[in-house]
T-cell receptor
Framework: KQEVTQIPAALSVPEGENLVLNCSFTDSAIYNLQWFRQDPGKGLTSLLLIQSSQREQTSGRLNASLDKSSGRSTLYIAASQPGDSATYLCVPTAGGTSYGKLTFGQGTILTVHP | SQTIHQWPATLVQPVGSPLSLECTVEGTSNPNLYWYRQAAGRGLQLLFYSVGIGQISSEVPQNLSASRPQDRQFILSSKKLLLSDSGFYLC?????????????FGSGTRLTVV
């Protein structure tokens, strides 16, 4: 059974800092991995999608890396802004016999202060 | 481009009343469709998924049911709501076989059963 752990659980930083959000998952048989953000009371917004054959993806100030064999992914946020405040979710998509199933952790709650 | 619509955004219903939440996807055909629930302070739980019209798979036994009357329409229902049905309901879709296999989520429905 896939389990996802995100560290830290919560992070509060001043504006402008470079951030590292860590994710680990127990089953490396994944098809891909997505990073989402969720604003309070809102749905999930996809930030980055990394295929299992890829090592990283970049979009603007965001960079996500994937080490499938060790079950780790990291989201880097450069020059953080108050608008980055949200919950960040690392979500692996299962491969193999559980094809397509998503597993959610508790996420990292990020607060960026002006 | 593909879009996903979910309504209503907020719903307050008395215990024992019926429920109908609707989700529609535009700009794609034959999507895989999903219903998730997020209880307060907890992660997302998969309730139902559908790979085609009339094809519904249930992940957990509960007081809810799902239907897919059209290719791009997914409905979550209940005949009699329970207090424990309160939560944030999210619809999602993905296009299997289209290469990216990324998930897109709707904006969610906040259901409060009173």
């Amino acid at each position: 059974k896939q389990e996802v752990t995100q560290i830290p659980a919560a992070l509060s930083v001043p504006e402008g800092e470079n951030l590292v959000l860590n994710c680990s998952f127990t089953d490396s048989a994944i098809y891909n991995l997505q990073w989402f953000r969720q604003d309070p009371g809102k749905g999930l917004t996809s930030l980055l999608l990394i295929q299992s054959s890829q090592r990283e993806q970049t979009s603007g100030r965001l960079n996500a890396s994937l080490d499938k064999s060790s079950g780790r992914s990291t989201l880097y946020i450069a020059a953080s802004q108050p608008g980055d405040s949200a919950t960040y979710l690392c979500v692996p998509t299962a491969g193999g016999t559980s094809y397509g199933k998503l597993t959610f952790g508790q996420g990292t709650i990020l607060t960026v202060h002006p | 481009s593909q879009t996903i619509h979910q309504w209503p955004a907020t719903l307050v219903q008395p215990v024992g009343s019926p429920l109908s939440l609707e989700c529609t996807v535009e700009g794609t055909s034959n999507p895989n469709l999903y219903w998730y629930r997020q209880a307060a302070g907890r992660g997302l739980q998969l309730l139902f998924y559908s790979v085609g019209i009339g094809q519904i798979s249930s992940e957990v036994p509960q007081n809810l049911s799902a239907s897919r009357p059209q290719d791009r329409q997914f409905i979550l229902s209940s005949k009699k709501l329970l207090l424990s049905d309160s939560g944030f309901y999210l619809c999602a879709w993905t296009g299997v076989g289209q290469g990216t296999f990324g998930y897109t989520f709707g904006s969610g429905t906040r259901l409060t059963v009173v």
